[in-house]
């Protein structure tokens, strides 16, 4: 199962855009790359997969280089609700799902 | 739409006693998850299904720790002997299908603390 690393936490100000890298140097071919949301007393939200290139949906854009060894979670804009941790995950035909510690993005006015 | 509900959302035990933990996955979907989350960290896996069979628990911590889902739908994790180490959220998600990169659902949780 491919390893992921995040940044332990991140700041940023309303309105700003926000980029998460995570390194996942033992990916896989079948692998894909998903990101994950967590606010606090709730369970992990979906955000955004993508195998390579580039993703974008009305929440975020995720960008993967040639070489899948890294990919960065964008939120364009963030507000003080974007406050939360997100999970880079990378996930193929298995089922044990690893989560890691997560990135704590705090957003302050 | 009805999303992943679990129950109860709160549980207090007392050492040494057996709880129940209730997990009613959006219908329809074909796989279940389980997950512990302790304070400040990510989710640690837990155990799979893909409808009735359960196909991978190799992330239960002992043999205290069983799940089950019968009828391929709802699930029960049950925790015999309660210790304070079992002390955290235990989630649960579900996805439609059984590809391992599927989007899984995940309810609220249920907070264990064990005294």
């Known amino acids: 199962l491919a390893k992921t690393t995040q940044p332990i936490s991140m700041d940023s100000y309303e309105g700003q855009e926000v980029n998460i890298t995570c390194s996942h140097n033992?990916?896989?071919?079948?692998?894909?790359i998903t990101w994950y949301q967590q606010f606090p007393s709730q369970g992990p939200r979906f955000i955004i997969q993508?195998?390579?290139t580039k993703v974008t949906n009305e929440v975020a854009s995720l960008f993967i280089p040639a070489d899948r060894k890294s990919s960065t979670l964008s939120l364009p804009r963030v507000s003080l609700s974007d406050t939360a941790v997100y999970y880079c995950?990378?996930?193929?035909?298995?089922?044990?799902?690893?989560f890691g510690a997560g990135t704590r993005l705090f957003v302050k006015a | 739409g009805a999303g992943v509900s679990q129950s109860p959302r709160y549980k207090v035990a007392k050492r040494g006693q057996d709880v129940a933990l209730r997990c009613d996955p959006i219908?329809?979907?074909?796989?279940l998850f389980w997950y512990q989350q302790a304070l400040g960290q990510g989710p640690e896996f837990l155990t799979y299904?893909?409808?009735?069979?359960?196909?991978?628990k190799s992330g239960l911590p002992s043999d205290r720790f069983f799940a089950e889902r019968p009828e391929g739908s709802v699930s029960t994790l049950k925790i015999q002997r309660t210790q304070q180490e079992d002390s955290a959220v235990y989630l649960c998600?579900?996805?439609?299908?059984?590809?391992?990169?599927?989007?899984?659902?995940f309810g609220p949780g249920t907070r264990l603390t064990v005294l």
């Open positions: 998600a579900s996805s439609l299908v059984s590809r391992g990169s599927d989007t899984q659902y």
């Open positions: 033992n990916i896989a071919t079948n692998d894909y």
């Open positions: 993508g195998y390579k």
């Open positions: 995950l990378v996930e193929s035909g298995g089922f044990k799902t690893i």
């Open positions: 219908s329809g979907h074909v796989s």
């Open positions: 299904f893909q409808n009735e069979a359960q196909l991978d």
